[in-house]
């Protein structure tokens, strides 16, 4: 509260003129004060910090300590100025009638900030007013709200006096202010937030906003308490033993501040929480702006459960969220709301809380009138100060947003994690898969399925997931499922749910649709020349079983039935309740000619039809086939297969009509095996010419047929 000219201040006054007489400039002095009305005046801050730094400087020049480094840094206090008089005045309230007021004003006074006031006197909310005179003149009037102290809930940091302190006011650059008031106020002390350049010992380095180990992972963007130029805090960081919920503040100043004066903003409410109301530090854990960038308040680190001093009775296990701004009537920017969001869901994820969840609060301070020590409160995992305060903060507009940012910071940071990965046909009717677990248990939790609407189906997420326990090891692998619905043919849709564990909503993991078919399907995959007739393969599956199918082929016209009963890897993977033995392979015997293929499954269970898998016709013959692919004075280069043979045939050269030279068809050629398997790819040729043909001479190469055709076709013809 400060102490009177004339007092022990004199001491400080006293080392200040000792210091100022050798030589030794202050870094601020006092300023005196000339009210028309009679203001006390308080010890300046200055003084005594003054007096200090004479101290110091005497014990360098001594070499008692060594020299620092120093860095020039601006620093926020609080001056104290006692208003030990009023003039009388009288407005017209609403309905035109004459009130009584009392009234006090100066100017001319050293720049400050922030502005607020303490008084003794009954007063409604907003009964007090100030206003503040700026070098534009005169602003409006804003309504000192004032609450009773609050602290820590288990500290003794409180207002020194017995009438606390309205909340301060940011004004920007004021040099005088204006009060009003109702008759029967007294002892009015006003509080100037005010900053000063200081020469500061320079940090080695800049400490971080804070480490993260939680499920969350980093810090959503915080800007750290060196960004802002904090002062170190009075008091060591108290904390809670686990984080348990989010209280909503504003500061009520006002909303038209720029992106510079934010810094000096969080200096000057620092310095009236520590200087006016005595507490130890900024009491919010967390301050964001309506530019949407999150600030760290009060020191400890903003991933541990810090004890803060914005609601008396529920700081323990709480985190405090202040919004800069005034949300009586106005309302936030939605930047600011969603870093509040961010901020809020991302501290509530780390301590595995739901932001959509509730909570039962046992108060822990009698300085809280509305909600004494144990008595409790059922309030909203995000919730307002006013619902553990008497208090109308965060204001109206802000408040009846609180479960719009609940719902976004559960969106951000879902308490409850998990996917919806596949659905599938099964013979029992449809199969869903996928993972889920809660923030709070590394123990499994349970999942419900609603498909198409109807009744809930619950069962656990506790199958073996490897995956999960690498993504998130401190939950462990037993966090799948994998179940199956009773349906029935046609169309469905599923939605899952990972189920909540507290008292919050499920959380959706997702909905996906399927077609269920009573039929059999598959596919006509091949239909191919091979040695000994035409190639067939595909596979087949019917839904209502997981064993073999018949696969009926017809070749121009003419039926044979097969199993469909081979290693399918990729149909397995596709119905993983069906496995992969669906497959057909099939070569039938098959005269020199032109064959349409045909393949169709037959229904074993409840459907109605065989259905076509595809048709596909191919081309018989007995001649060799092939290509000279290149040729030229030095070599010639092709591929030949004789189809009723999967070795290599011979091929014949002839140059200008003459017998040239043979050669063996079976260097690798992967692109004739691509499109002939059955016969392999050793079925290439190339060889060289020494000496090099005569320049214009014809090249042609013949296939040696050795199965049952009846000509060595020709490959081709080139120029070399």
Known sequence: MGCALGSPCDWYVAVFRSGAAAGTQPDGGPRSLSFSHQL?????????????????????????????AY??????????????????????????????????????????????????????????????HTAAGWQAWHDLERERAETPDNGPEAHPGTNPPSLPVWVGDADGFELDAPPGIHDVVVHLVRETKRRTVAPSSASPAGAVTGSAGGNPGVYSRADWGARDAAKAPQYASALRNAIVHHTVNSNDYGPDDVPSLLRGIQAYHMDANGWGDIGYN???????????????????????????GFNTGSTGVAIIGDFRTAGPTNESLEATARVVGWKLANAGVDPMGH?????LSDDNTAHPTGSTVYIPRVSGHRDTWATSCPGQVLYDLLPAISARAAQLYPY??????????????????????????????????????????????????????????????????????????????????????????????????????????????????APGGIRVAGWALDPNTAGATAVDVYVNGVGTRTIANTNRPDVGAMAPDYGPAHGYDITLPAASGWYQVCAYAINLGAGTTNPQLGCRTVVVSDQPMGSLDGASRDGAFG????????????????????????????????????????????????LGFSPALAAGGTLCAYAINVGSGTSNPQLGCRTV
């Open 359 to 363: 909570l039962t609060a046992t108060s």
């Open 40 to 68: 006390s005046r308080s010890c300046p801050r200055s003084i005594r910090l003054a007096a200090l730094a004479v101290a110091l400087i005497a014990a360098i020049v001594g070499g008692y300590v060594p020299t620092p």
């Open 71 to 132: 860095a020039e840094t601006a620093v926020a206090h609080v001056d104290d100025v006692a208003v030990s008089s009023f003039s009388r005045t009288f407005q017209a309230d609403a309905t035109g009638a004459a009130q009584p007021r009392s009234g006090a004003s100066t100017t001319g006074l050293e720049p400050f900030h922030l502005i607020g006031a303490s008084w003794e006197g009954a007063a409604d909310d907003g009964a007090v007013r100030v206003r503040v």
């Open 416 to 529: 409850i994690l998990g996917s919806f990965d596949q659905i599938s046909q099964s013979p029992d009717g449809l199969r869903v898969r996928g993972w889920s677990l809660a923030r709070s248990t590394a123990n499994p939790i349970l999942v419900n399925a609603i498909m198409d609407g109807g009744p809930n189906n619950v069962v656990p997420a506790n199958l073996p997931r490897p995956d999960i326990a690498a993504a998130f090891p401190d939950f462990g692998d037993p966090h799948g499922y994998s179940f199956t619905l009773g349906a029935g043919a046609g169309a469905h849709t599923v939605c899952l749910e990972g189920v909540n564990d507290g008292d919050g909503p499920n959380y959706l993991l997702g909905c996906r649709s399927i077609f269920l078919f009573a039929n059999p399907g598959g596919n006509l995959d091949l239909v191919a020349r």
């Open 286 to 312: 967390f301050l964001v702006d309506r530019f949407g960038r999150i600030w760290e308040g009060r020191s400890g680190g903003i991933d541990r459960p810090v004890i803060g001093a914005h609601s008396g």
């Open 639 to 686: 591929w030949v297969i004789d189809p009723n043979s999967k070795g290599p045939i011979d091929v014949h050269l002839y140059l200008n009509g003459s017998f040239l030279t043979a050669v063996t068809a079976n260097a690798p050629r992967g692109d004739v095996g691509e499109a002939f398997p059955d016969y392999g790819s050793a079925h290439g040729y190339t």
